[in-house]
């Protein structure tokens, strides 16, 4: 027979390892979503949970347990639905609170219910509601994670798998918890997912990958020139299938769908500055520190990046003057080629007076 203390002791220990690395991350990062994940955690570390408290000594009286054990799963599941979707779409939009707003009103109806006895010590319809949303919101941060945050890398992908296993577990709560022999297995089970998760987030946020997967190489070192992305994209169709740098004016939202995972994207805009997404890594940096970006760079490159795309030239000359611009330009190419690697400059000449256009123009011939 398994001791079921032991088991609570594990979970207990795993819930506040989640929460000590996502609120590091948060520390890191200063981002919204992961404030908004740290903050779910925190709330499942100090679950109102008989067998998580009752090892520790801690009793609740049994007037309150019904109502009091009910609240971490609402308050859970708003903040990690509102994380994720940070996370997500690196906002939230009004589609979005109406959901969290839906959430908040259903969470208070039901405690209501609860208050009133409507259920009259129904364990399994008074849990149905609460166990239903606390699934729904780990396994959407399990599916936001894995799509959009965590890397390839296998163990840092226990992280959204665990997340996933306590969230099918809490499905069939209501039902199996009041099944002594499941109840203990399943507790066995959600202390498992917790530490796979703990484990994976860990790594992830205190070892990260340091070196970019192996990348396919361009088909020929030097620089080259396009007026368009189209044209990008007809003669050279495997780009954006590479790992690459991106120095670039597209938006995070669409970069995440233009480029690889492993890809390391400089979003070129004055509206912020910092990390804003993870999967692919996408920083925002100002025109006015192109002078450290080519550093940055060259960090990159060094790690094993070959490809180089650029095409922010019009936005920085407009920030910058063309002289700066084109001066960050030329740096990047000789650093890329010098490297054996590829420039992919996507720019359009007929914006910019001709001698400047055949300033950029000669940097690409015979390339």
């Known amino acids: 027979m398994i001791e079921v203390n032991w088991i609570a002791i594990f979970n207990f220990i795993s819930r506040w390892l989640l929460f000590?690395?996502?609120?590091?991350?948060?520390?890191?990062?200063?981002?919204?979503?992961?404030?908004?994940?740290?903050?779910?955690?925190?709330?499942?570390?100090?679950?109102?949970?008989?067998?998580?408290l009752t090892p520790l000594g801690i009793t609740v009286?049994?007037?309150?347990?019904?109502?009091?054990?009910?609240?971490?799963?609402?308050?859970?599941?708003?903040?990690?639905?509102?994380?994720?979707?940070?996370?997500?779409?690196?906002?939230t939009s009004f589609k979005q609170l109406v959901y969290l707003i839906a959430v908040a009103v259903v969470s208070y109806v039901w405690l209501f219910l609860l208050a009133i006895d409507?259920?009259?010590?129904?364990?399994?319809?008074?849990s149905s509601v609460p166990s239903l949303l606390l699934a729904g919101a780990l396994i959407y941060l399990a599916y936001v994670m894995w799509s959009y945050v965590i890397g390839r890398r296998w163990v840092d992908r226990l992280f959204p798998v665990g997340l996933a296993l306590v969230g099918f577990l809490n499905l069939t709560y209501p039902v199996t918890r009041p099944i002594a022999w499941?109840?203990?297995?399943?507790?066995?089970?959600?202390?498992?997912?917790?530490?796979?998760?703990a484990v994976g987030l860990s790594t992830f946020v205190f070892y990260p990958l340091a070196e970019p997967h192996r990348l396919p190489e361009a088909s020929k070192p030097?620089?080259?020139?396009?007026?368009?992305?189209?044209?990008?994209?007809?003669?050279?169709?495997?780009?954006?299938?590479?790992?690459?740098?991106?120095?670039?004016?597209?938006?995070?939202?669409?970069?995440?769908e233009r480029f690889t995972p492993n890809s390391v994207v400089f979003w070129i805009t004055r509206a912020k500055e910092g990390e804003i997404s993870e999967n692919p890594r996408i920083m925002a940096m100002s025109p006015s520190k192109i002078g450290i970006l080519q550093d940055i760079v060259a960090k990159e490159l060094e790690?094993?990046?070959?490809?180089?795309?650029?095409?922010?030239?019009?936005?920085?000359?407009?920030?910058?003057?063309?002289?700066?611009?084109?001066?960050?330009l030329l740096s990047l190419k000789d650093l890329t080629v010098s490297r054996g690697g590829s420039l992919v400059g996507v720019i359009n000449l007929s914006a910019f007076k001709d001698n400047e256009a055949r300033i950029i123009r000669k940097e690409f011939e015979g390339d």
């Open 20 to 52: 000590t690395s996502a609120a590091y991350k948060t520390y890191q990062t200063r981002n919204k979503g992961w404030a908004l994940i740290t903050t779910a955690f925190f709330i499942d570390a100090l679950d109102i949970e008989s067998y998580i």
């Open 61 to 91: 009286p049994k007037c309150s347990y019904l109502i009091a054990s009910k609240i971490p799963n609402f308050y859970f599941s708003i903040f990690a639905f509102w994380g994720s979707f940070h996370l997500r779409y690196l906002r």
């Open 118 to 126: 409507a259920f009259h010590g129904n364990f399994a319809l008074s």
């Open 182 to 197: 499941f109840a203990e297995i399943a507790f066995l089970l959600a202390a498992l997912g917790r530490f796979m998760a």
């Open 222 to 256: 030097g620089a080259y020139l396009f007026e368009s992305e189209a044209e990008v994209q007809k003669r050279m169709p495997d780009l954006f299938k590479r790992d690459i740098v991106a120095i670039t004016r597209v938006s995070p939202e669409l970069a995440r």
């Open 303 to 328: 790690k094993g990046y070959r490809t180089v795309y650029f095409d922010a030239m019009e936005y920085l000359s407009t920030e910058v003057g063309f002289t700066t611009a084109v001066k960050f």
